[in-house]
């Protein structure tokens, strides 16, 4: 097999799409190496997950820049050199809340990928589980795609149905699109760097 491929992914809560990338990236055939988390917030959940997994953990805290007044741009340039100092070469978002700005975004496309619990294009934006149950469609499901400048539009990779059931909240169907994801990310992160 090729040199895996150095990656980090970039979270700002609870990380469980981390934990599977994480965990898939333990298999000896993957074609990646988890080799750094970088949380927006000193707080999130995953950052623990990461720690726990023996993977470098980075906080570029979102907070502080707010208060310092400090604007996405300089956010991202510090993003940037967190990555490249640990030699990093491709990217996944997971549950990353920032938007990234179209400098950052230039840098690393073709090099940076994220997930979002809807079949793009349909329920961009937040909360996309929401979106579905609103419009009554019977399917939803997840999207693995490159990140492009406009938000969740970047060409998909691969995607996942799931069920809307009857009864269903925005809780129930966004737990079981989750689940979806945990199988989705990792594959879809396998077949790209597969072809890289
Ligand atoms: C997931 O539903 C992901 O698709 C969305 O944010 C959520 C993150 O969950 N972008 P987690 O932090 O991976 O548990």
Redesign the pocket.
Known sequence: MAARKRVAIL??????????LIEAAQGTDFPAEIVLVVSSRAD???LAIAKAAGIETAVVDQARFRRENRDRAAFDAEVDEVLRDARVEFVC?????RILSDGFVRKWEGRIV????SLLPAFRGLK??AQALAAGVTTTG?TVHFVVPELDAGPTIAQAEVRVLPGDTEQSL?AR??EA??KL?PAALKQVLSKT
């Open positions: 979270i700002s809560g609870r990380g469980s799409n981390m934990r599977a999130a959940g995953g978002l997971a549950g990353f809340m994220n997930i979002h619990p996309p589980q997840c966004s699109i989750l994801e945990h990310y």
